[in-house]
């Protein structure tokens, strides 16, 4: 068993930049691989990025790339993703996922996190 615990979570303006943490652990918690999803008000669960447990692939959205980057620091079991450029469009719950291998749909992962709340005002 993996248990996963997001934070970082709030209230920003548009444009100002957020860092999520998701940390891990139980059992060979490092070596599985880490997706973030989010999910609005109203709407499907949607792929953010992904990194592989040796921090080597990631993957990203085409809404976040060049905005969002996702880092893994398997010392403290913690894996990051730093949300910059915010716009009210990223206003959902994220959650962090792990499953052996990284992938973009949510069946790609077999432990979830309880989400932290990233809301973006105009």
């Known amino acids: 068993q993996v248990q996963l615990v997001e934070s970082g979570g709030g209230l920003v303006q548009a444009g100002d930049s957020l860092r999520l943490s998701c940390t891990a652990s139980?059992?060979?918690?490092?070596?599985?691989?880490t997706g973030w999803f989010r999910q609005a008000p109203g709407k499907e669960r949607e792929f953010v990025a992904a990194?592989?447990?040796?921090?080597?692939?990631?993957l990203y959205a085409d809404s976040v790339k060049g905005r969002f980057a996702i880092s893994r620091d398997n010392a403290g079991n913690t894996v990051h993703l730093d949300l910059n450029g915010l716009k009210p469009e990223d206003t959902a719950d994220y959650y962090c996922?792990?499953?052996?291998?990284?992938?973009?749909?949510?069946?790609?992962?077999?432990?979830w996190g309880q989400g932290t709340q990233v809301t973006v005002s105009s």
């Open positions: 996922a792990a499953g052996r291998e990284i992938g973009v749909l949510p069946r790609d992962y077999d432990y």
């Open positions: 139980g059992r060979t918690a490092s070596w599985y691989g």
């Open positions: 990194i592989s447990w040796t921090g080597g692939s990631s």
